[in-house]
């Protein structure tokens, strides 16, 4: 089990850094009290392997709770969890920056104190911790998406399985999908619809598929498109992607988008990416049926 305690100082980016962990496929918890991370590391063992991943943040919001974390660290070593302690910071300018910007208190100083008196004894409170740190970062200069970049580059796995792609066959009579980054257009290629026997199959049945494949600009749009897939996910994984959402759309969303995002679906994976497929209009079909 991938176990990361992520801690640092308050405005330091934190609250980014689960949500790079959420988009791993971590199971995130905030603020977690550090009495309790031995019980919760206990239910994740018990989870039959549901629970793989975990990414808790554990700071100077517990209070005097927080003097209790190295005692939870002995316990997780006790239970032979290999944990990992990533250790957010940023420079006195930066945090006091962050901190008048979002107009909020530091945790450390009441309403009369100031945010740089907080922040230098939050340091000190940190030190130990600090030291016994997996990795560091240093957010002083870093945009959100590069502190997101350099988590999923040392936590996440390979590249290519950093980023879910869903494929969705539609019809444009019934509307493009709202939640499509990419959508193909295939109503230029020879409607099965119009075939008799074809008529009533939809585009997983080898009659239909072997029908739109037969023509040269289908296998064309494949090759076509392929090649341009192949350029375009690893550029968005790099970029920090979580999720792409393809449309693949003919008139009526039961014959040519269904055998073309099939396919496209079959080649992503071959390159390594989990993908799901859904043929939008078949399954509103079936529902109604």
């Not at 909020?104 to 409170?125: D, N, Q, Y």
């Not at 040269?216 to 979580?242: D, H, W």
Request: hydrophobic share 40%; charged share 25%; aromatic share 8%.
């Amino acid at each position: 089990m991938k176990f990361v305690l992520v801690t640092g100082l308050s405005g330091a980016g934190k609250s980014e850094a689960m949500h790079a962990f959420e988009d791993l496929g971590y199971f995130c918890v905030d603020n977690m009290p550090p009495a309790l991370i031995s019980k919760f590391a206990e239910l994740c063992l018990q989870s039959q392997g549901r629970i793989t991943q975990v990414a808790l943040v554990c700071d100077i919001r517990g209070g005097l709770f927080f003097q209790s974390l190295f005692n939870a660290l002995q316990e997780l070593e006790t239970m032979n969890i290999q944990y990992q302690i990533l250790f957010l910071e940023a420079s006195d300018e930066v945090l006091v920056r962050r901190f008048k910007e979002t107009r909020r208190r530091h945790p450390l100083v009441g309403e009369e104190g100031s945010v740089l008196e907080g922040i230098r004894k939050e340091r000190k409170a940190l030190d130990e911790l600090r030291g016994r740190a997996t990795l560091i970062l240093d957010t002083s200069h870093l945009t959100g998406r590069e502190l997101r970049a350099q988590i999923s580059e040392r936590f996440g796995g390979e590249p290519s399985r950093r980023m879910m792609t869903t494929i969705i066959s539609f019809g444009y009579k019934h509307g493009v999908p709202l939640d499509a980054d990419l959508v193909f257009d295939v109503r230029f290629l020879p409607n099965p619809h119009y075939v008799q026997s074809l008529k009533a199959l939809t585009g997983n049945d080898p009659p239909v598929e072997e029908y739109v494949l037969r023509w040269p600009a289908a296998q064309r749009f494949l090759r076509e498109t392929e090649r341009y897939l192949a350029f375009l996910l690893p550029n968005y994984v790099q970029e920090g992607k979580s999720h792409l959402v393809i449309g693949v759309g003919c008139t009526g969303g039961q014959h040519r988008s269904v055998v073309m995002a099939n396919r496209l679906a079959d080649f992503l994976r071959s390159q390594g990416y989990p993908v799901v497929v859904e043929h939008r209009e078949i399954e509103k079909r079936q529902q109604k049926a």
